[in-house]
Structures are given as C-alpha cells and as structure tokens.
C-alpha cells in the first residue's frame, strides 16, 4: 500500500507530557499537510510543508506545537506539555505540488488525560 | 475556524433512495472537493469541482456549484448501506495557500 501513513494510530497521555506523531506521505508528493479534528467537526488546518519548508502555520498552532519535516520526505508533528485541550484526531495529508486534491492518511488519535 | 456549513447536519434515508447534501461557503475559491470519512478514520477523496464549473459526476456522484450563491450540494443516487459514513465539503481558497477549509460535515446514515 503506497498511501499516508500515520504512526501511531491511537495515544493516551497524560497532561504535561510531551508527544510526537509521524507522517509518511506518498512518495514523491512533495506537500505535506497537518490538520486537527475534534469530535463532530471537520478538519482544521494546522500547517504544511513544500518539500522541507514550512510555508504556513495556522493561528491555531499555539508555540506548544512544532512540526518538522527535515528531508522533506517524512514529517513529524511535537505537542509539548499537552492539555486536555489537545485530546483530537491528527490527520496528516500530502498532494503533489501540480494537483489539488489531497490524500488523507489514517489519522492519529489523541487522548490526553 | 470553518469555512461554512453543511446542511443538513445528519441524514437517515432507506437503501436506495438518494442523499443530497448541502454545502454554503464564505470566500471566493479555486476549487471545492467533497470528502467522505466512516467512523473514526481518515478522509477519502470523492470528487473534486473547479470554480469555473457548474456540474461534476462520477459514478452515484453528482456535484453541483454555484459560485454566485456560494453553495454546492452532493447528490449520491441509488444510495447503499456502505455509504453510510460522514461528508465533508473542503474549499480552497483562491489565494493559492492549498490549506483546505472544511465544513462541518453531514453525517449520512443509509438503513438497509
């Protein structure tokens, strides 16, 4: 299977502790996409990359949230200190740069305790 | 924040009946593409309508757009228990950003 992949596909923590969350896009897709979704509600826009560069990061992105995606290939996605605030679905996407429509992978779950 | 709303919020209809499911929107797009996502799981790409397009099919999809209203509907016909599952309408914008703004979806279940 050549789809996204997350890793992993379900976290329980408690508050205050840090987590990190991987994204495998599909190959050669060199836009990567995080976005967050809470219960009963679509998909917020986090931040994307093109390639290595993070080219924008939402409001929603407080300075407790870090991304990464050092070889542009994979990406990972860092929450310090959560809250129980945080508690969501993770989802990451990828795209090539020509084509608009973006692949979802499975999402990583959240729970913050 | 969400780009708009999907109407109506939950639908129940009888295996197969047709679902039509609504989407109103704020700023001006590129593009708006619908989505479909079953419990708990990530999103699947359906179908996807430029904003220079009035009218978009594949297979039991129909997508409709109506820039001037900003509103798009989603017909799936001959509607299936597998379909059961939640809809997403995604806009994006016309500034080039590639950052979708999702609705808040209509959650469609189909009674076999």
């Known amino acids: 299977d050549t789809g996204v992949s997350q890793d992993p596909r379900h976290k329980i923590t408690k508050r205050g502790q840090n987590v990190t969350f991987r994204c495998d896009p599909i190959?050669?897709?060199?836009?990567l996409y995080w976005y967050r979704q809470t219960l009963g509600q679509g998909p917020e826009f986090l931040t994307y990359f093109q390639n290595e560069a993070q080219l924008e990061k939402s409001r929603l992105l407080s300075n407790r949230f870090s991304a990464e995606r050092p070889k542009g290939s994979f990406s990972t996605l860092e929450i310090q200190r959560t809250e129980q605030g945080d508690s969501a679905m993770y989802l990451c996407?990828?795209?090539?740069?020509?084509?608009?429509?973006?692949?979802f992978g499975p999402g990583t779950r959240l729970l913050v305790l | 924040s969400q780009q708009g709303e999907e109407d109506p919020q939950a639908l129940s209809i009888q295996e197969g009946e047709n679902a039509t499911m609504n989407c109103s929107y704020k700023t001006s797009i590129n593009n708006l593409q619908w989505y479909r996502q079953n419990s708990g799981r990530g999103l699947v790409h359906l179908i996807l309508i430029r904003s220079n397009e009035r009218e978009k099919h594949s297979g039991r999809l129909r997508v409709t757009l109506d820039t001037s209203k900003k509103s798009s509907s989603l017909l799936i016909t001959a509607s299936r228990a597998a379909d059961t599952a939640s809809y997403f309408c995604?806009?994006?914008?016309?500034?080039?950003?590639?950052?979708?703004?999702f609705g808040s979806g209509t959650r469609l279940q189909v009674q076999p």
């Open positions: 190959s050669e897709h060199n836009r």
């Open positions: 995604a806009t994006d914008p016309d500034t080039g950003r590639r950052a979708l703004t």
């Open positions: 996407a990828s795209s090539l740069d020509s084509e608009e429509t973006q692949y």
